[in-house]
């Protein structure tokens, strides 16, 4: 039963939730099992969010690991983080027909990566360790690039010439974080370049710029995202820095526990770039049906960047509208 009246309310973040690069990587597979049909390969979780993931594996998809647990021949996607080149090299050797869904943001970090390396510079490449984009980008020059996994890691750095050295990141971190271990890199090395632009992609800083806004007026804050999405496990560590009381990462309105809303007034609410909009419409009827019923959007940009889908994909695309007409 809804009660009515109770003053509490939700503070709704806005953007949240899907951003162009996970778009595009999510109607890429749609369309690939659309044009060949099931099955379809794809390495790596397509984007990293549970539901998603479930989503595809009913229309079809099968994730895998790794390029030789596709079978010869067959169509396999890579997933929105990227992947180094040694892995189109593999899918090559299978003969396996590969859709590269890389976010276009992430390609260009790969670009850079590739230039600077290419003009002999040692590149410190701001990330967490393991994370598939990191892999993906340290793969396109893995001798001209050293990880620097946050402002602690800074200090065990060595270069060959500090006068010729540029930082680069993965595009999910924390701003504020990214900043503090730069700002530390370049105690030690003043002549640190910075990339061209900036890496950190819009949906990640957007995203954490309008949960500061709320932060402070917030109880507590829930972050709709899996555990595995750096910037939904980011959303969590900004809130918190920001004044939230709390702050808390689920995948599902049912892992809300109802002792975080003991006492809370207003709860702030979010999304990760890889999380469908329909997650956070179910955390807010949850609410609802707990006397959150006040529900305020907090607007502070408006998303509208669109990206096309792969080459390879639309030119099958068309070759088969051709077909049939
Ligand atoms: S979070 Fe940023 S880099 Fe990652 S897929 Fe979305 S737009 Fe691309």
């Not at 647990?69 to 996607?77: D, K, L, M, R, S």
Request: hydrophobic content about 40%; overall charge negative.
């Amino acid at each position: 039963m809804i009660e009515a009246g109770t003053g509490k309310r939700v503070l709704l973040a806005k953007p949240r939730g899907y951003c162009a690069g996970v778009d595009r990587a999510v109607q890429t597979v749609e369309e690939a099992l659309k044009l060949y049909g099931a099955p379809i390969y794809v390495r790596k979780q397509i984007v990293h969010n549970k539901h998603v993931v479930r989503t595809l594996e009913a229309k079809g998809a099968i994730f895998v690991e790794e390029n030789e647990e596709v079978p010869e021949g067959a169509t396999v996607i890579f997933s929105a983080h990227g992947v180094a080149p040694e892995v189109y090299e593999q899918a090559k050797e299978r003969s396996l027909k590969a859709i590269d869904a890389t976010c276009p943001l992430v390609t260009k970090v790969h670009q850079e990566a590739k230039r600077f390396a290419a003009e002999d510079y040692d590149i410190l490449l701001i990330g967490h360790e393991g994370h598939e984009e990191v892999i993906g980008t340290a793969g396109e020059a893995p001798e001209h690039i050293q990880l620097v996994d946050g402002p602690e890691d800074a200090d065990r750095i060595t270069v060959r010439d500090p006068n010729k050295v540029v930082w680069l990141s993965q595009t999910t971190l924390s701003v504020d974080e990214t900043m503090e271990t730069v700002a530390r890199l370049k105690k030690r090395l003043p002549m640190l370049q910075s990339p061209p632009s900036d890496d950190i992609c819009y949906a990640t800083s957007n995203r954490q710029h309008v949960v500061k806004e709320i932060a402070a007026e917030c109880d507590v804050v829930i972050v709709v995202g899996s555990r595995n999405s750096s910037n939904s496990v980011r959303l969590v560590e900004v809130a918190l820095d920001a004044g939230a009381r709390a702050g808390h990462l689920v995948d599902f309105a049912h892992e809300i526990d109802d002792a975080w809303l003991a006492g809370a007034q207003t709860v702030g609410l979010t999304s990760g770039a890889s999380v469908p909009d329909e997650l956070v419409q179910e955390v807010l009827t949850h609410l609802a049906e707990r006397g959150y019923t006040d529900v305020e959007e907090v607007v502070t940009a408006n998303e509208r960047l669109t990206f096309s889908l792969p080459q390879e994909l639309k030119r099958d695309m068309k070759a088969a509208a051709a077909a049939r007409s």
